[in-house]
């Protein structure tokens, strides 16, 4: 028992990792599929507009659905039509700005790992590009070759040309290679550019190491609590409104949240100086307001980050 409940903590602790390496492979999994069972490269004048299909395509649905499923999407823009100041509150649109900034942020992850892996494997760049019509691309990829290899390039993905093995083979690694290095800069760039917002959302933390992992530790039971809290209470009041109907008796009073308590919790969450609030609802309970001084902190984006709905 002991050491299932080690096993469970590990990837508790772990989940964020792991999610993202079960991104990884459903996404490498899902161009796997579309390379073997849809994708049929035309070779023909079609080419480009079929490969970037593919290629894209995939990437802005994923990109769609990682911005419907964080729940901060709809913790900004639930409400916003009939109350504007809920993007823009005290006229500080920085602050929607910045939440859509780390908002879009998170939803890239997916759309990325999808151009990664799709060009790595290389096959829907390759039909794209040996149908881009331009004549000094084609003759790049036509050195050294036959006369006819230009006119040929858009038939190399099916090994249909004119051209003997080698030549047509020679032109095909050449795109594949292309496809492997944009493949692997993109990877590069990406840890990159994640090192440097890391570092730079650690040094401008305002409080200490030791402090954030409680933090991290007190937001992650408050969701799982909430959860719980919510299913009992949703339990109590349908038990007691069926029971009054059936019954045909007055309810019994259950206390529930106003309106303007769920719309205080429901907010994104600011970093106060002045307050050790650590999340929405411990500010409502301690009687904190929202004020216009708030600060929004780079370091603080796991309070309302990376949540399914």
Not at 141 to 147: A, M, S, V
Not at 268 to 292: D, P
């Amino acid at each position: 028992m002991d050491s299932l409940k080690t096993i469970l903590k590990f990837l508790n602790d772990q989940k964020t990792a792991i999610g993202y390496s079960a991104m990884a492979l459903l996404t490498v999994g899902g161009e796997r599929l579309f390379s073997i069972f849809a994708f049929r490269c035309p070779c023909s004048s079609q080419n480009l507009d079929y490969g970037l299909v593919f290629l894209c395509v995939p990437a802005v649905v994923l990109l769609i659905l990682s911005f419907f499923l964080d729940s901060r999407t709809w913790k900004l823009f639930t409400g916003c039509c009939l109350n504007p100041r809920k993007l823009c509150p005290q006229c500080h649109c920085f602050h929607c700005i910045y939440v859509l900034v780390k908002i879009t942020a998170s939803a890239l992850i997916a759309p990325v790992m999808w151009f990664c892996v799709a060009l790595l494997n290389g096959t829907f760049y390759e039909c794209a590009l040996s149908g881009f019509e331009n004549d000094a691309y084609r003759a790049y990829l036509c050195q050294n070759k036959p006369l006819s290899c230009k006119a040929d390039v858009y038939r190399v993905p099916c090994g249909k040309t004119m051209m003997n093995a080698s030549d047509s083979e020679d032109v095909l690694l050449i795109l594949r290679a292309q496809s492997q290095v944009i493949g692997w800069s993109l990877i590069a760039s990406t840890a990159i550019a994640l090192l440097l917002v890391s570092c730079y959302s650690a040094c401008r933390s305002q409080v200490s190491y030791l402090q954030e992992m409680f933090w991290r530790k007190y937001i992650e039971k408050e969701r799982q609590h909430f959860e719980q809290f919510s299913d009992d209470y949703a339990t109590k009041l349908a038990d007691r409104n069926l029971k009054s109907f059936f019954e045909n008796t007055k309810p019994d009073p259950l206390p529930l949240p106003s309106n303007n308590a769920w719309e205080e919790i429901s907010a994104l969450y600011s970093f106060n100086r002045a307050h050790q609030y650590y999340s929405t609802l411990h500010r409502y309970v301690e009687g904190g307001k929202r004020e216009s001084n708030e600060d929004i902190q780079p370091a603080f984006g796991f309070v309302d980050g990376g949540q399914i709905i």
